[in-house]
Structures are given as structure tokens and as C-alpha cells.
């Protein structure tokens, strides 16, 4: 009994042993870990791809990235008894020791699969003592990783040419396809590349390249349907693809993982935005922003002229602070109508008139007289919007903008004025997409909560609901801007189910002659709501404004103005203003009501002193909103 205990310590001993080394030496597995960033799209296909360092394009690629056939093909050339051992075949070792004894030389290396992966990891000289460490690396490899993880090894590291590696890198680079998507030719062309990457380049050494391949597939089956495949594969690649590289800037900024863009519409705007560079002036550039209404997630982003030195092409140009011009009236308009001031259907006047030191004129410096508000909205008048900002305050629509994510950039102790009717204020494209989609989506935040009336941005809306000047799909709601001295032109537009947004401009922000809005960027606005997903995609449809539109259901009782934990830069005139409740509402400043007329949602108060003050407003129904107040 004890002498046949020894056999099973023997082997306990041995797997002891085996376990220490292991241990102690862990296969160097950095080459495998340090890989490409892949950023993809929303559908999990590769977006951008950026290389590892050193500039290598090693894309990790499992089993599963890869067709079938191109494994089959794989083991056939390489390792056909890949699942039969260990991860060394004795067969295939003695047989290599046979062949070099009578050659002379070595005829075959008797590598596994398990081997090849060893040596990619750890790349060797090719000596004996480099082949037994493989040896053991293999062993151990197939111990740690099974046969999925050996193959994941090797199609992740198998050199493919150049800086490529990997069966992933050597099927973008050469045929433009994800490897999955390759046929049996193909797949063989990539299996014997691995084999010596630089003498089988197919832009370097087409024949040669051929008969590797077609060597492959005979290895699989050397039989009349390996002929017919031989004989259909047709020439081998002669020019290597550039890898992805879709939405560069946000790919940048993302580094790595899942994006929400759709990489069919990408590429669309992105093939629009190179067309539309080449008919703009030298020196400038633009962006475009497509968002899903709903979500506020980006369907795609073209920032700029990638890497073009002459358009700062480096630069995310959706993401430069510039003026919006009067691409921010739509929003003035939503909340004049919020509060009360004006319907659409109002008649005013455009007229030359003074806002204490600030006198604004029109674009075209002539004035329209008496029309409705919904007509100067749509002729962006300038008069009638700043006095519309003059009712409801700068410092509302100041509010709004900031809890919408798009924080005024104003000059260094500047406080929001009334120039930020006509663009005096710094915004970015992502931000305007941001408001425009406020607006679209009935004054609701992307975090559900309402920042303006629904009826209110409705009717702002609809009012933009008019056709393109050069035609274009129907029911799109749109309106262009020019910032002061032509440096900023800008489109944006939205339907019910996406938000547009174009920039056109110099980034460096000089001027640029004869610019306008209506000049560079609309033209290009029905081109993009053109290229969007088919899927049913309703218009953002046009209300009858003299009618009268059905009420909402009523909106909880709320405080506009002022927002929560206000300041006042100084003491003077305030109208506080509420929405939502059933009026007559009653204004209260620390507990005292305010006279104010029942009718509207708003009342005057002039502060007695700096100070913190206690607003409060209360409906016929009881209902009560309150905020905090500070005055300088």
C-alpha cells in the first residue's frame, strides 16, 4: 500500500510544483492588454478607433468577432489538432524534430496555436531555448485561459502587415468589412498574412500574397470545393483602408466605449460637412449637432474640419463660446407668452426706440411698423424682441438658459442685459442645441422638470413652422442668427423627433464679409433634416394662431421670476411673475400682499433696502409657491 501511494504524490508533487511556477512566473500578458481605444455607436458598431501607443492598431478580437469559416480555416493551416491537446501536439513536435535531422535545417516548427501565442506575447529569437520556453508558456496559457482565451491571444496579437495586428485591425485595414463579415477568401488571406506579415503584404507583394491564400484554403480541403473558392476569390487587396475614425472630436473627448450616435447618419453629415467645406471661404470652418428631442441623446456631431491646420481642425468647434446672434429670440418669445404679455396674435410696433442708454435697430437698419408678434418672430426684428425682453426681464431669460444647461458667458462683471436679445451673451452649439430642444419638447428639461409653459413653447414653436427658402422637407420648425460683424452664423432647427443645430465661422472669430445666418448655415439645414433615420418622422406641425388653442391641463402653481436663491444686483423695480394655479393669483413679499391686477400672473415691487426678502405667491385655490430673495 505505501508503494502505491508514491505514483499519486508523484503527481500531487508535480501540480504543486507546476502551481509555484505558475505562480511565481505569470505569463507576460501587457502586448494583449495594451490595445487600440474603440469608441462605438449606439448599435455597437466601431465609430473611432485610436491606436495603442506606439502607434500600433491592435483591436482586440475574440472568437466571436470572427467568422466561422475564417477558424476553421485557421486551425486547418495551423493547428489541426488544436482541440486534441494541451497546448503542445507531440505529433507535431516530433515531426518537426524528423524533418530538421534530415534536412539539415528547420523544415516546420511544430508550433501550436498555444505556441504562436506564447511567442506574440513574448517575442523571442528563434533559438531551441526560446522554442521550450514557449513550450511551457503554452501549457500554461492553456491552463490560465482555456482554448477561448488562447485564441483570443492570437487573433488579438497575429501581425497583419505594418503597425496592424490582430484579425479585427487586418479586416478593416484591408477589405473595410468587421471581420465577421468575410468570406472564406478572405478569411484565408488574413490567416496566411499572420504568417510573414511584411513578405505577404498585398500592396507590396500581390502574387506572393495570392498564393499564401489560396494555399489556406487548400489546407482546409483539398478538394474540388476548395478549387471552385480558389477560383472565384479573385485578386487579393492592393491598398490598405484607413481605420475608422467617425465623430473624431467626440471620440476624442469619449476615449473609449459606448456613444449614442448613429453611425449611418454620421457618416452622412459628415460626407455633407466635407462637400460644404469645399464651397466655403478659406480659413472657415463649421459644426453640426443632430440630438433626439425626447432623449437628448446626440445622434451625431461633426465638430469641425478634422486636423485641417487651416480651420483648426483640432479644435471641437461645437464646444467654442460664440455669439448666438438672434437664434436666442424663439426662447424670449416663450416666455413673453408664459407671462402674459404679448399672444402671437398681438399687434406692435417696430419702431426706432430707446431702452434708457440702448437703442437697437434691425439687421437691414429699416423699421416694419405695426404687425403681428408672430411675423416680427418669423422677420427676427430686433426691436420687438428686446422690448419683449425688456417686459419680462433679462435676468428671467438668463434663468432659464442656466437651468437648461447653457450658462451665460457675459463679461467680467457684467450682469444679464438687454443685448441678450440680439446675441450679447457667449453660448456653444451644444448648448443652443440644448435650448432649441427645450423649446421642442413642450419647456420641459431633459430632466422632466418644466422650465417654460408648455402652451408657451408651443406657440413659440409652431410660429417657426414655415418652408425653406430653397425647399426642403415639410413641417420644420427653424430660424437662423448672425452675431455682430458676420463672425457667427448660425442654423437651427427641430421637427418632433430631432433638433438640429449648424455653426458656420471662423475660429479664430474674425469677421467674415457679407456673412449671415440665412447666407451659410440654412442652406444646409433641409440637407441634414433630409439625411435623418426614415423612420416615421412627424413634422413639427403649425398651430392656427388666430383660433383659439385648447387650454392645457393646468399647470401647477409656480414662481418664474424670481428663480430659487436669487441676488439682485441692486435695488430697484422687480416683477415677480408665476405661472400655472387658478387666478386670481396674490403676490406676498414677507407675508405683506402686493397690489397687483387679478387678471395677470404678475405684480411690481420695488425693494425698500438690500436685504433678504420672502417671496410668496397664492392661487384662488389655496395652492402657494415661495422662494427666497437676497438684494444687494
Same mark, same amino acid.
Given at each position: 500500500m505505501?508503494?502505491?501511494r508514491?505514483?499519486i504524490?508523484?503527481v500531487?508533487?508535480?501540480?504543486g510544483?507546476?502551481?509555484l511556477?505558475d505562480?511565481?512566473?505569470?505569463?507576460?500578458?501587457?502586448?494583449?492588454?495594451?490595445r487600440?481605444?474603440? +469608441?462605438t455607436?449606439?448599435?455597437?458598431?466601431?465609430?473611432?478607433?485610436? /491606436?495603442?501607443p506606439?502607434g500600433?492598431?491592435?483591436?482586440?478580437?475574440?472568437p466571436?468577432?470572427?467568422?466561422?469559416?475564417?477558424?476553421?480555416?485557421l486551425?486547418?493551416?495551423?493547428? &489541426?489538432?488544436?482541440h486534441?491537446h494541451p497546448g503542445?501536439?507531440?505529433?507535431a %513536435?516530433a !515531426?518537426?524534430?524528423a524533418?530538421?535531422?534530415?534536412?539539415?535545417?528547420? +523544415?516546420s516548427?511544430?508550433s501550436t496555436?498555444?505556441m504562436?501565442?506564447?511567442r %506574440? $506575447?513574448?517575442?523571442?529569437?528563434?533559438?531551441?531555448?526560446s522554442?521550450l520556453?514557449?513550450i511551457a508558456?503554452?501549457?500554461? $496559457?492553456?491552463?490560465r485561459?482555456?482554448k477561448?482565451?488562447?485564441?483570443e491571444?492570437?487573433?488579438?496579437?497575429?501581425?497583419?502587415?505594418?503597425?496592424l495586428e490582430?484579425?479585427?485591425?487586418?479586416?478593416?485595414?484591408?477589405?473595410?468589412r468587421p471581420?465577421?463579415?468575410?468570406?472564406?477568401?478572405?478569411?484565408?488571406?488574413?490567416v496566411?498574412?499572420?504568417?510573414?506579415?511584411?513578405?505577404?503584404?498585398?500592396?507590396?507583394?500581390?502574387?506572393?500574397?495570392?498564393?499564401?491564400?489560396?494555399?489556406?484554403l487548400?489546407?482546409?480541403?483539398?478538394?474540388?470545393?476548395?478549387?471552385?473558392?480558389?477560383?472565384?476569390?479573385?485578386?487579393? /487587396?492592393r491598398?490598405? %483602408?484607413?481605420?475608422?475614425?467617425?465623430?473624431?472630436h467626440?471620440?476624442?473627448q469619449?476615449?473609449?466605449?459606448?456613444?449614442t450616435?448613429d %453611425?449611418?447618419?454620421?457618416? #452622412?453629415?459628415e460626407?455633407?460637412?466635407?462637400q460644404?467645406l469645399a464651397?466655403?471661404p478659406?480659413?472657415?470652418?463649421?459644426?453640426?449637432m443632430?440630438?433626439?428631442l425626447?432623449?437628448?441623446e446626440?445622434r451625431?456631431?461633426?465638430?469641425?474640419?478634422?486636423?485641417n491646420?487651416?480651420?483648426?481642425?483640432?479644435?471641437?468647434l461645437?464646444l467654442?463660446?460664440?455669439s448666438?446672434?438672434s437664434?436666442?429670440?424663439p426662447?424670449i418669445?416663450?416666455?413673453?407668452?408664459?407671462?402674459?404679455?404679448?399672444?402671437?396674435?398681438?399687434?406692435?410696433?417696430?419702431?426706432?426706440?430707446?431702452?434708457?442708454?440702448y437703442?437697437?435697430e434691425n439687421?437691414d437698419r429699416a423699421?416694419?411698423? &405695426?404687425?403681428r408678434i408672430?411675423d416680427a418672430?418669423?422677420?427676427s426684428l430686433?426691436?420687438?424682441?428686446?422690448?419683449?425682453?425688456?417686459?419680462?426681464g433679462?435676468?428671467r431669460?438668463?434663468?432659464v438658459m442656466?437651468? #437648461?444647461?447653457?450658462?451665460?458667458?457675459? /463679461?467680467?462683471?457684467?450682469e444679464?442685459?438687454?443685448?441678450l436679445?440680439l446675441?450679447?451673451v457667449?453660448? *456653444?452649439?451644444?448648448?443652443?442645441?440644448?435650448?432649441y430642444a427645450?423649446l421642442?419638447?413642450?419647456?420641459a428639461?431633459?430632466s422632466g422638470a418644466?422650465?417654460?409653459?408648455?402652451?408657451?413653447?408651443?406657440?413659440?414653436?409652431?410660429i417657426?413652422?414655415?418652408?425653406?427658402?430653397?425647399?426642403?422637407?415639410?413641417?420644420?420648425?427653424?430660424?437662423?442668427?448672425?452675431?455682430?460683424?458676420?463672425?457667427?452664423?448660425?442654423?437651427?432647427?427641430m421637427?418632433? &423627433?430631432?433638433?438640429?443645430?449648424?455653426?458656420?465661422g471662423?475660429?479664430d472669430?474674425t469677421?467674415?464679409p457679407?456673412? *449671415?445666418?440665412?447666407?451659410?448655415?440654412l442652406?444646409?439645414l433641409p440637407?441634414?433634416?433630409?439625411?435623418?433615420?426614415?423612420?416615421?418622422?412627424?413634422p413639427l406641425?403649425? !398651430?392656427p394662431l388666430?383660433?383659439?388653442?385648447?387650454?392645457?391641463?393646468?399647470?401647477?402653481?409656480r414662481?418664474?421670476?424670481?428663480?430659487?436663491?436669487?441676488?439682485?444686483?441692486?435695488?430697484?423695480?422687480?416683477?415677480?411673475?408665476?405661472?400655472?394655479?387658478q387666478? /386670481?393669483?396674490?403676490?406676498?413679499?414677507?407675508?405683506?400682499?402686493?397690489?397687483?391686477?387679478?387678471?395677470?400672473?404678475?405684480a411690481s415691487?420695488?425693494?425698500?433696502?438690500?436685504?433678504?426678502y420672502?417671496?410668496?405667491?397664492l392661487?384662488?385655490?389655496?395652492a402657494?409657491?415661495?422662494?427666497?430673495? &437676497?438684494v444687494?
Amino acid at each position: 500500500m505505501r508503494w502505491a501511494r508514491i505514483p499519486i504524490l508523484l503527481v500531487l508533487g508535480l501540480l504543486g510544483l507546476a502551481w509555484l511556477l505558475d505562480r511565481a512566473f505569470p505569463p507576460p500578458m501587457a502586448r494583449f492588454e495594451n490595445r487600440a481605444r474603440e +469608441v462605438t455607436a449606439r448599435d455597437g458598431r466601431l465609430l473611432s478607433v485610436w /491606436p495603442a501607443p506606439g502607434g500600433v492598431w491592435r483591436l482586440r478580437t475574440g472568437p466571436g468577432d470572427v467568422s466561422p469559416h475564417l477558424l476553421a480555416l485557421l486551425i486547418a493551416a495551423e493547428d &489541426r489538432r488544436f482541440h486534441r491537446h494541451p497546448g503542445v501536439d507531440p505529433l507535431a %513536435l516530433a !515531426r518537426a524534430a524528423a524533418q530538421w535531422l534530415r534536412a539539415g535545417r528547420v +523544415v516546420s516548427g511544430g508550433s501550436t496555436l498555444s505556441m504562436q501565442a506564447a511567442r %506574440l $506575447l513574448e517575442p523571442r529569437p528563434r533559438n531551441l531555448r526560446s522554442k521550450l520556453i514557449e513550450i511551457a508558456r503554452a501549457l500554461q $496559457l492553456e491552463w490560465r485561459h482555456g482554448k477561448q482565451g488562447v485564441l483570443e491571444i492570437w487573433l488579438t496579437l497575429a501581425p497583419q502587415g505594418g503597425n496592424l495586428e490582430g484579425l479585427r485591425a487586418g479586416a478593416l485595414a484591408w477589405f473595410g468589412r468587421p471581420a465577421q463579415a468575410l468570406d472564406a477568401a478572405e478569411a484565408a488571406f488574413l490567416v496566411a498574412l499572420a504568417r510573414r506579415p511584411e513578405a505577404l503584404r498585398p500592396d507590396r507583394h500581390p502574387e506572393a500574397a495570392r498564393r499564401a491564400r489560396d494555399a489556406v484554403l487548400l489546407a482546409r480541403a483539398p478538394d474540388v470545393a476548395s478549387q471552385a473558392e480558389i477560383a472565384l476569390a479573385g485578386p487579393v /487587396p492592393r491598398q490598405r %483602408l484607413a481605420l475608422p475614425r467617425h465623430a473624431p472630436h467626440l471620440a476624442r473627448q469619449q476615449r473609449e466605449g459606448a456613444t449614442t450616435l448613429d %453611425l449611418d447618419l454620421q457618416r #452622412a453629415l459628415e460626407a455633407l460637412a466635407t462637400q460644404s467645406l469645399a464651397r466655403l471661404p478659406e480659413r472657415v470652418s463649421l459644426a453640426i449637432m443632430v440630438t433626439d428631442l425626447r432623449t437628448r441623446e446626440t445622434r451625431a456631431l461633426v465638430g469641425g474640419d478634422w486636423m485641417n491646420p487651416a480651420r483648426a481642425g483640432a479644435l471641437d468647434l461645437s464646444l467654442a463660446v460664440r455669439s448666438p446672434g438672434s437664434a436666442l429670440k424663439p426662447l424670449i418669445y416663450a416666455l413673453a407668452f408664459e407671462a402674459g404679455v404679448v399672444t402671437p396674435d398681438t399687434v406692435m410696433e417696430d419702431l426706432p426706440r430707446r431702452f434708457g442708454d440702448y437703442a437697437p435697430e434691425n439687421f437691414d437698419r429699416a423699421f416694419q411698423g &405695426r404687425l403681428r408678434i408672430a411675423d416680427a418672430l418669423r422677420q427676427s426684428l430686433n426691436q420687438p424682441a428686446v422690448a419683449l425682453l425688456n417686459e419680462i426681464g433679462p435676468l428671467r431669460l438668463a434663468s432659464v438658459m442656466k437651468a #437648461a444647461g447653457a450658462i451665460p458667458r457675459l /463679461p467680467p462683471g457684467a450682469e444679464p442685459s438687454l443685448p441678450l436679445a440680439l446675441g450679447g451673451v457667449g453660448v *456653444t452649439l451644444r448648448e443652443m442645441v440644448g435650448l432649441y430642444a427645450l423649446l421642442g419638447d413642450g419647456g420641459a428639461h431633459a430632466s422632466g422638470a418644466s422650465l417654460i409653459e408648455l402652451r408657451a413653447a408651443n406657440l413659440a414653436s409652431a410660429i417657426l413652422v414655415q418652408p425653406f427658402p430653397g425647399g426642403g422637407p415639410a413641417g420644420v420648425a427653424w430660424k437662423t442668427g448672425t452675431s455682430w460683424g458676420g463672425r457667427d452664423a448660425w442654423a437651427m432647427g427641430m421637427d418632433q &423627433r430631432h433638433v438640429v443645430g449648424i455653426w458656420v465661422g471662423r475660429p479664430d472669430g474674425t469677421p467674415m464679409p457679407n456673412a *449671415t445666418g440665412a447666407r451659410l448655415a440654412l442652406p444646409l439645414l433641409p440637407q441634414v433634416f433630409e439625411r435623418l433615420p426614415p423612420a416615421p418622422r412627424a413634422p413639427l406641425a403649425p !398651430r392656427p394662431l388666430s383660433a383659439g388653442v385648447a387650454p392645457p391641463p393646468m399647470d401647477g402653481l409656480r414662481l418664474l421670476f424670481p428663480p430659487p436663491r436669487a441676488t439682485l444686483p441692486e435695488a430697484g423695480r422687480v416683477v415677480l411673475r408665476a405661472a400655472g394655479g387658478q387666478r /386670481p393669483l396674490t403676490f406676498l413679499v414677507d407675508g405683506a400682499p402686493l397690489n397687483s391686477d387679478p387678471a395677470r400672473r404678475e405684480a411690481s415691487w420695488v425693494p425698500p433696502a438690500p436685504g433678504f426678502y420672502r417671496i410668496t405667491v397664492l392661487d384662488a385655490e389655496g395652492a402657494a409657491a415661495r422662494t427666497e430673495l &437676497r438684494v444687494r
